[in-house]
């Protein structure tokens, strides 16, 4: 198996190892030992959800510096449609984009457009049968990635099709290779992105060989500056060619609507969204068409990356898209183009299972069970495991003991002029006889 | 007297097309270097006749004439028409389906907002032939 490479990181220095991160984590992925917390990379799916929790800030998106843009004779930005939802009182797309080029990219290709493509494919893809209903969608990359290690049951229901970003990159790179008469190699194309599970899917891509874009810049790296001179701008470059339909995909339900019919499901927030993707799993969902999940609440507005809150950054978006077209970017021809269909299949990755056969998956999940009922059901996160089920896993597993346990560690301290040494929440409780009397008192 | 005309065939078979031609008429003008304010008057009326056309007439047809001091417009269409236009009049009144409410339309906004962006207006309309909207904004 290859290596993972993720795009979210610890740094040491600022972490203090507390239970913060390993409690929110949704796939389990984070131990504290020796005092900090460890990412366990074939676990983690790069959703950010350990940025957004941290009060230490000690996790961070390993990311491309806007410098890195120098790099290429020809530059192009590819910005999110989140983009646009993070300025106060703009009225037209065109300012951003015309802010994108005075920082020093020679053009821009909105996401948004690659969204409406996306968006004509997925209507094409549903009417033509050859997926099974509910169509899952594939365009946030820490679901794709919860899905190929926790849900790889569902893959045959994933969209097979490039995500938005990944479609805007491979035209943008089309385009410019056309225009210019440039090398590939020489074209430098820069997503602007949201979260760190884009940069993630640009980095170590699951559906392609290689991706179409060279790197991601956070919108919080580029935001100040690019304020500064859209606050300089008197008049915009027509540069805008997407609509309400592209625009739309950077809030959750964006997508979905885009499809034009009503039997749909939109959910973010990655606890929502593995709720959903479990009733799926149980098949309680096979009158909805297409099912659309964000891991970040509110959809991509809401990303770890992003400089204003989602739900005001949506009202933003909402106020820019209103007079715009439906959609301005159309298919050439009724059918899905090959090079928007993903070059690789999706391949589960089985991380979860106990052991490599049944019998002995079995085995150790009797064990794990035992160990589970000896340990306090506190889910304190002292051991550094999220929950008591998750340290009875990690010890079934070898990779912790009983002790790590303060609860068990204590009945081996169980005299009683020990008692007074151990902190008070840790302590034996009273006898077992005086708590009910007190209680029928 | 000079004049520009633009014609707009508005296609009702493809949704997704809608707000084309509005937005094509809005290149237009800020190209002839009008105010913000006509700009934005003209191109919201005509962006919401064109939309009623492709959700409720099938499509129709736009006429969009520039004068030095007034830009008129014509949209028709040979849709089921409207029964009861003064209701229709009404903030809030919609007949739009489900699956474009979702993407921000059917608010019952469309007639009114022509009315509110335009110096004059008139509609015509009959149940089973169709409707016809006649729309001026003065240039100051």
């Known amino acids: 198996m290859a290596e993972f490479f993720h795009s979210v990181r610890l740094d040491e220095e600022k972490c203090l190892g507390c239970t913060n991160c390993i409690k929110r984590c949704p796939t389990g992925a984070i ?55 993070q300025f106060n009182n703009l009225d037209e797309v065109d300012y951003v984009l ?40 594939s365009a946030c ?58 940069i993630t899917a640009i980095r170590q891509p699951i559906f392609l060989e290689k991706s179409n874009i060279n790197g991601a ?23 805008s060619k997407s609509g309400i339909i592209g625009v739309g995909w950077a809030s959750s339900g964006g997508e979905s609507s885009a499809l034009l019919r009503e039997k749909y499901l939109a959910a973010d927030g990655i606890e929502n969204v593995i709720k959903v993707l479990e009733e799926i799993e149980d098949e309680k969902l096979g009158n909805i068409d297409f099912i659309e999940l964000n891991a970040c609440t509110g959809g991509c507005v809401g990303g770890s990356l992003t400089a204003e809150n989602p739900f005001v950054a949506k009202a933003r978006i909402q106020h820019l898209r209103k007079y715009l077209p439906v959609s301005c970017n159309h298919l050439v021809v009724e059918s899905i183009p090959d090079k928007m269909r993903w070059q690789k299949p999706l391949i589960g990755i089985n991380i979860m299972s106990l052991g490599d056969n ?16 000896r340990l306090p059901g506190l889910d304190c996160g002292t051991c550094g495991a999220p929950s008591c089920r998750a340290l009875a896993d990690d010890i079934v597993r ?12 204590r009945e081996g301290l169980n005299v009683d002029c020990l008692q007074e040494l151990i902190p008070a929440p840790f302590r034996r409780p009273k006898a077992q006889e005086n708590k009910v009397s007190e209680v029928q008192k | 007297m000079s004049s520009l005309q633009l014609h707009f065939d508005v296609d009702g078979e493809d949704f997704t097309r809608a707000g084309e031609a509005s937005g094509s008429i809005k290149r237009t003008l800020k190209e002839l270097g009008l105010t913000p304010d006509i700009i934005r008057n003209v191109a919201i009326s005509v962006y919401e006749g064109e939309i009623n056309m492709v959700i409720h007439a099938n499509g129709g ?78 240039i100051k």
Do not use: W
Request: net charge neutral.
């Open chain 1, 31 to 85: 131990r504290v030992r020796n005092g900090k917390a460890h990412i366990i990379k074939e676990r983690c799916i790069d959703c950010g959800e350990c940025i957004r929790v941290c009060p230490h800030h000690a996790k961070y998106a390993e990311r491309e510096s806007v410098s890195r843009i120098l790099d290429f004779k020809y530059r192009i930005a590819l910005p999110a449609p989140t983009l646009y939802g």
């Open chain 1, 98 to 137: 015309t802010g994108l080029k005075r920082l020093g990219f020679d053009d821009v290709f909105e996401v948004a457009r690659g969204a409406e493509l996306v968006s004509e494919a997925t209507r094409l893809l549903i009417d033509s049968g050859e997926i099974k209903k509910p169509l899952i969608s």
């Open chain 1, 141 to 198: 990359p820490a679901i794709c990635r919860l899905i190929r290690v926790v849900f790889p049951k569902l893959i045959p229901q994933v969209v097979p099709l490039n995500s938005p970003m990944e479609e805007a990159g491979r035209l943008a790179r089309k385009k410019a290779v056309k225009d210019t008469g440039l090398m590939s190699e020489e074209i430098g194309v820069f997503f602007i992105t949201p979260c760190p599970a884009k």
């Open chain 1, 217 to 239: 810049i956070a919108i919080t790296d580029i935001y100040p500056e690019l304020l500064k001179e859209m606050d300089k701008l008197h008049n915009a470059e027509p540069l």
């Open chain 1, 358 to 373: 049944v019998v002995e998956a079995m085995d150790k999940m009797n064990r794990l069970n035992e160990i589970q009922a």
């Open chain 1, 398 to 409: 070898g990779f912790a003991s009983e002790n790590d346990c303060v609860f068990r560690l």
């Open chain 2, 61 to 138: 047809m736009i006429d969009c004439e520039v004068l030095p001091d007034v830009i008129n417009v014509l949209l028709r269409d040979s849709g089921p028409g409207i029964a009861d236009i003064s209701l229709a009049m009404q903030e809030g009144y919609s007949t739009a389906p489900d699956n474009v409410r979702d993407l921000g339309f059917g608010a019952g906004m469309g007639l009114p907002n022509i009315k509110k962006y335009t110096d004059e207006m008139e509609i015509y309309s009959t149940p089973g032939v169709g409707t016809t909207i006649r729309l001026k904004v003065y």
